[in-house]
C-alpha cells in the first residue's frame, strides 16, 4: 500500500496514512480532532484546514467548498478536510475554530489587549541634500534628522545599514525611512516613506515551536506557524537532550543549536512567503522557552543548569544581533531572548508572567505550568515566588505500565460508573465511546497523558481506591485483580477484546503511586509557597502549558494535584508563553518588565524547605472527599461525598 | 638567470633580485637605504634587517653576525644584509636605526608619552561557587561581583562571551579573569588571574600597512609590522579605486575590502606568531586611514567621498564587532574606528591631531599632511580649522615629463652650483652623488618625489627662474634651452650620458608650472586659513606623512610651499597617524577626545572662500628671496639673497 506523510499543526501529530484518504481521516488516524458536524459530506463547512506545504499533492478543489471557502481563503491555501484526498505529503494547520473543541477554558490568544509600543519603530524623514555648503556625513545628516524631527538623541547604527547608507540616501532622493531599535540604533533604511514594519515572536518548546508573525504597527497577527522542534531526534525532553550535549561534547551542542536555528528559519521563510514579505522585512524578533531550550539556542552549555544547584548561564534577557545567531532575518535587527527566572524556571514563564501578569493584581494567583517538569509562580502584587517540582513524566502518560503518547488509539479519556464500576473510555482518533462502540470497533493500545488524571480520579470518586491510593478490599469489581506473576494489585480499564495489543491493559497500584508521587510534588510545591506567603488559599489558579489545556480542573481538585480554589476560578491559558513574546515583542516596556519580574520573584527551592519531605509523604494522599465538597456537588455522586 | 622577489619594509619597495646577491645589494638595486659603513665588510654591523618571510631562503647565519646580533635578535630573524646571501623570495623588514638617515627631523614614535587608560582592562575575580543557597546565574554572578569588587555597574557581556561562561567559570574553580571593554562590557573572560592584555593599534595608507601590537597594560609595543596595501592592484591612488568600485559595481568594493581585511589578519598572524600569543590575545583594536581606506575597509560605498560635496558616510567613530568584519581577533571585541573630520581629511588626520594636539597649545600649529591631497589644520587651544587642498601628484614627480617613483636609479636630490649652474645629483641605490662619479657610472632613469622640490629650489635660488618661474633670459648655462619640436623652455639636469634612458632628463618649464600649482595649492591654503583665523604668522609647521618626512622645511620655504616659520620650529612627525592609533588604543579617554575633535574642527572648503582664485594665482609666484632671509643665511649664498 502506498502511503505519505501527513502532518497535522499546531498539535505536531504526523504518520503515514494511505493515499486517497480524505485529510479528515487522517486526523483521525493520527489522533487530531477536526470539527465535521455533518458526517463529512461536505455540508457543514467545520472542517476548515490551511495547507501549508504540498497543495499539489491533494485531489483538486471540489464545486462543494466554495460554499465554504472564499477566493481569498483560497489563496491562503484552505480546504475542508473532508473534500481533500492525500495523493502526497503535506503538512495541514488546523484553525482554532476547526478543533474539536475540549472540555477546558481556554483564552484566545489574539483577544489579549496589547498596547502597542514597539521596540523598532519607523521614522520617515526628508533629508537636506549634501552640498558643498553642508557637506556632512550621511549618518551625521541622518542623526541630526532623528533628533531635530522626533526628539532621538545619541543615535547609534549598525554597520550594516552603515554600509548602504548613502545609497539608499541618494536612491530615495533624501527621502528616507529608518528603523530605530529602542530609540537608540538604525538598524535598517529604506529609501522613501515606509509605513509598515514587521516582526517575529517565537515559542520554543521542548516538542514544539510557534511563531507569530505580527505587525509592528497594529499589532495584528498576520500568521501563526508551528512545527516540530526537531531537537527531539536528540532526546524526548530536556534531560535527555543535555545528556546528548554531555555525551557528545564535541558538536552535541552544536548540532541541537543548529536544528533549532534552522527550524526557526525555515519558520521565517515559511512566514514571508505566505505574507507576500521577505526575510529583511522581519525587523524584530522575541524568544521565549524554558531554561534548557534557551541555553541550546544561545549555544550555551547547559550541562550545568541539568545539575544541581541548577544555575542557569544567565537570568537577565538578552539582546543578540540575528546575524549573531546566524536566524535570517533583517541582520542588523537584535533577537530579544527573555529572561530567566531560575535554573527550571525558563523565559516561557516569565512569558505567561507578562501574558497573565499576576503582579499587578490584588487577589493572588497561583500559576502552574505542567510538563515534565512543573513550574508554579505564587502571588500578587505585593510578593511573588516561583519554585520548580520534579513531577516526572507519569502525567504525560510515559511512565505507567501502557503509557504511551498523545498518538491515534490511545485512551484519552475515562469515567467509571459508580455503581457497577464499569469503565466508558475514548480512544484518540475516534469519537464513539468504548460504551456506544460495538465489539471490535474499539482497538485500544495504551493510556495517554489526558486519561491519567480522570483514571486516578474516577477510581478514587468511584471508591475503588482509597485516600492512601491503595485498592479497597472490600469491592467486588471484576476488573479488579492481583496477577499472580508479581503479586500486584490492578484494575482493568480496556479489555483483551477492546485493544489491539492482545491482552488487557490496566493500571497497576505501581502506576498509581506514580501519579500520586506527580500530583504530590506539584501539592506540595503549592503547599509550600503558600505557606510561606502566608495564606492557606488561592483566588486564582492558572493552568498553562501543553498539559494543562486538557487538565479538567475538577479531577485535578479531586485527586488533591492542586489547592483548593473556586472551580470557575481555575483556567488554562493555553500558550500563554507564546502570549507573553509577542507581547515582549509588541510592548517594549513588557521587556523591561520581564526583566524586572524576573529579578523580583523569589525562587524558592523547595527541597531544601523545612518540612519538605513530611509535606510531600502527606500530599500523596489523595483528600477528604467532603474537603473539596463545595464545588463539586454534581460532579461527584452525593452518596460518594456523603458517604453512610 | 634565476631571480627572486624581495621586498623591503617599511618603505614597500619590492623587485626581482638575481640569486646570490646580498640583501645590502639588493636594497640598493631597489632603492632602499641601509647604513653601511665598513662598505660590506660585516665589521661595522649597522647593516642588521629583520627577515619577516623567507629566513629560510638566505644563505646560513656567519660566524662575523654573531659578533653584532645576540641569540635573543637571532631568534627575532635578524641578520646582517651584507651577509645574508639571497636564494629565494624574502620580505625584509629595515629597522629605524639600520636606515641611511636622511636630512629630516623625526619624531622617534616610541618616545611619546601615553597615558595608560585602555578601553579594554583585565579584572581579576574570585567568585562564590554557586549552590543551593546561592543559585544565581552565571552571569548574575560575574556581575554582581565586577561590581562589588570594581563599581563596575549596568554590565553587559557579548554573546559568544556567554557561550563559553559556565565552563570557564568550572575551569578556573571559580578564579577568574574577565577582559571589560569600556567599563560596560565583557569580551572574554579566562580561568585563573590573568595579568597581560594586548591590542593592535592599525594605519592603512593608501600604499602601506602598519601595525603595531601593544601591552594594554604596560603601553609597551611588542611588535611593529608593516606590509603593502594590497589594494595597489585596484589602483594606486584613492581616486583610482574608487574608480575601480565604480567600473566594478558588483564586486569592486568587496574585493578591495577583502584584501585589506585578509592583509590585517595576515598581519595579526606575523605578529602573534612572533610573540607567541594567539589571535584571541589580541583584545582591542583601533583603527586610522584616509577617508577611502576607511570606508573600502567597512564596505562602505565610497563612491560619493570621491565626488562633489565630498560627504563621508559618517564623521564619527566607530565601533564594530572583529567578527563582523572578518578580522581574526578575539571575536567578541571591538575594533575602533577613529572618526572622519570631512570627505578628504580622515580618520589619519584625526590621528595625527590627537598624536601631535595642537589644540592644547597656547601657540598656533600648521599641520601639513602632504600626499595626492593635501591636509591642512590649523590652530590652537581656542580654535582649530582643517581644509583640503588637490596638490595633484606633482610633488611626488608623477606628472613630471621625466617623473617616476622613488624607484632604483631616479634622482633623488639635486644641487645647483650657484655660480657654473652645474648639476650636481645623486640617484637612488648609489651613495656617490654624480659629481664624485665617474662617467658611465651614473645611469639616471627620471625624477622622484623628493628631488622636485630640490630641483624648483634649485633652480630659484641660482637665480635660473625668475619669481614668476619663467627662466631668466639672461642667464648663460649650456643647460638652458628652448626645445624645437614645441618651442618649450627647459632645463637639463642630467645629461644623456648620465642616465641610462639614451636622453638628457630635463625639468621643462611645463613641469615647473605643474610644482608652481601644487606648492601654490598647499600655499593658498594656508594662507586662506590663516587669514580666517586672523593671523599672519604661525608659530609652528609639523609636516606629516610620507611626503613630509623627506621635505626640508628650508626647500619648502624658498619655493613660498608653507608660510614663514622659524626653522626650528618646522619638524616632520614621520607616521603620527600610526601614533594617533597607538595613542586611541592605550588611552581610552583619547578615542572621546578625538571625536570631540573631529567635530569641533571647522572645515573650510577653500574652492568656495572668497579671494580663492586670486590668491592661488597669487601664490603660484615664487616668494621675495629677502622675505624668507632670516631663516636662509647660510644655506642661501648671500648674493642671490641680497642681489646688487
Chains 1, 2 share one sequence.
Not at 182 to 201: C, D, F, H, M, Q
Not at 407 to 413: G, K, Q, T, V
Not at 496 to 520: H, P, W
Request: glycine share 8%.
Amino acid at each position: 500500500m502506498r502511503e505519505a506523510m501527513v502532518i497535522f499543526q499546531p498539535s505536531g501529530r504526523r504518520g503515514k496514512v494511505p493515499l486517497g484518504e480524505t485529510l479528515i481521516e487522517a486526523s483521525r488516524r493520527l489522533g487530531v480532532d477536526i470539527e465535521s458536524l455533518c458526517g463529512e459530506k461536505m455540508s457543514c463547512g467545520k472542517c476548515k484546514v490551511r495547507i501549508d506545504e504540498g497543495k499539489a499533492n491533494l485531489t483538486g478543489f471540489q464545486g462543494e467548498e466554495e460554499k465554504f471557502i472564499s477566493s481569498a481563503e483560497k489563496r491562503e491555501g484552505l480546504r475542508l478536510a473532508c473534500a481533500a484526498k492525500i495523493k502526497g505529503d503535506v503538512l495541514v494547520f488546523v484553525p482554532e475554530e476547526s478543533r474539536a473543541s475540549r472540555q477546558v477554558i481556554r483564552k484566545a490568544a489574539t483577544k489579549r489587549r496589547i498596547k502597542i509600543d514597539p521596540a523598532v519603530r519607523l521614522y520617515p524623514l526628508t533629508l537636506r541634500e549634501a552640498s558643498l555648503e553642508d557637506p556632512q556625513g550621511d549618518f551625521e545628516r541622518l542623526s541630526h534628522a532623528l533628533e531635530g524631527r522626533y526628539g532621538l538623541r545619541d543615535m547609534t547604527l549598525d554597520v550594516e545599514v552603515l554600509r548602504s547608507l548613502g545609497t539608499v540616501m541618494r536612491e530615495g532622493n533624501w527621502e528616507i525611512t529608518a528603523s530605530v531599535w529602542n530609540s537608540r540604533e538604525v538598524i535598517r533604511i529604506r529609501p522613501g516613506k515606509v509605513t509598515e514594519a514587521y516582526g517575529l515572536a517565537i515559542d520554543i518548546g521542548t516538542t514544539t515551536v510557534a511563531g507569530y508573525l505580527c505587525s509592528l504597527v497594529t499589532g495584528e497577527v498576520l500568521t501563526t506557524h508551528a512545527l516540530m522542534n526537531p531537537q527531539v531526534t536528540y532526546g524526548e525532553d530536556v534531560m535527555s537532550r543535555i545528556t546528548y550535549h554531555m555525551m557528545h561534547p564535541n558538536d552535541g551542542l552544536h548540532k541541537m543549536s543548529q536544528a533549532i536555528v534552522d527550524a526557526l528559519n525555515s519558520l521565517v521563510e515559511n512566514m514571508v512567503e505566505e505574507t507576500s514579505l521577505t526575510p529583511d522585512d522581519i525587523e524584530d524578533m522575541t524568544i521565549v522557552g524554558n531554561t534548557v531550550m534557551h541555553h541550546i539556542l544561545l549555544q550555551i552549555n547547559p550541562e550545568y543548569v541539568g545539575t544541581a544547584p541548577f544555575p542557569p548561564a544567565i537570568h537577565h534577557s538578552i539582546d543578540v544581533k540575528a546575524r549573531d545567531m546566524e536566524i535570517r532575518i533583517n541582520p542588523s535587527s537584535y533577537v530579544h531572548v527573555l529572561p530567566i527566572e531560575a535554573g527550571f524556571v525558563g523565559a516561557d514563564n516569565v512569558g505567561v508572567l507578562i501574558a497573565e501578569e499576576p503582579y499587578k493584581k490584588k487577589h493572588t494567583s497561583l500559576v502552574i505550568d505542567i510538563g515534565t517538569n512543573g513550574e508554579l509562580v505564587l502571588g500578587n502584587r505585593e510578593r511573588l515566588m516561583s519554585s520548580s517540582c520534579a513531577t516526572g513524566p507519569a502525567l504525560e502518560g510515559a511512565q505507567l505500565t501502557f503509557g504511551m503518547r498523545a498518538a491515534p488509539d490511545a485512551i484519552e479519556r475515562v469515567v467509571i460508573d459508580p455503581q457497577t464500576h464499569e469503565v466508558n473510555f475514548k480512544v484518540v482518533g475516534r469519537d464513539e465511546w468504548s460504551q456506544y462502540s460495538r465489539p471490535g470497533e474499539i482497538k485500544a493500545k495504551g493510556i495517554c497523558g489526558s486519561a491519567v488524571l480522570d483514571i486516578l480520579a474516577e477510581l478514587y470518586r468511584t471508591g475503588i481506591i482509597l485516600r492512601s491510593g491503595a485498592f479497597s478490599k472490600t469491592q467486588e469489581s471484576n476488573r479488579y485483580r492481583v496477577t499472580k506473576k508479581d503479586n500486584q494489585p490492578e484494575f482493568v480499564i480496556a479489555w483483551k477484546e477492546e485493544t489491539s495489543i492482545g491482552r488487557d491493559i490496566t493500571i497497576s497500584l505501581k502506576d498509581i503511586r506514580q501519579i500520586q508521587l506527580a500530583k504530590g510534588a506539584i501539592y506540595t510545591g503549592c503547599k509550600l509557597m503558600m505557606r510561606k506567603m502566608g495564606i492557606d488559599k488561592v483566588d486564582r489558579i492558572i493552568l498553562a502549558g501543553a498539559f494543562g489545556s486538557y487538565v479538567d480542573p475538577d479531577k485535578a481538585l479531586i485527586i488533591g494535584m492542586i489547592p483548593d480554589c473556586d472551580l470557575k476560578n481555575i483556567y488554562s491559558v493555553g500558550n500563554a508563553a507564546g502570549d507573553g513574546a509577542r507581547i515582549a515583542l509588541l510592548d517594549r516596556n513588557k521587556r523591561a518588565e520581564a526583566d524586572r519580574i524576573a529579578n523580583q520573584v523569589e525562587y524558592i527551592e523547595l527541597t531544601v524547605e523545612e518540612d519538605f519531605q513530611r509535606e510531600f509523604i502527606d500530599s500523596l494522599q489523595l483528600p477528604h472527599m467532603k474537603d473539596t465538597f463545595p464545588h463539586l456537588k454534581g460532579i461527584v455522586p452525593d452518596d460518594i461525598l456523603n458517604p453512610q
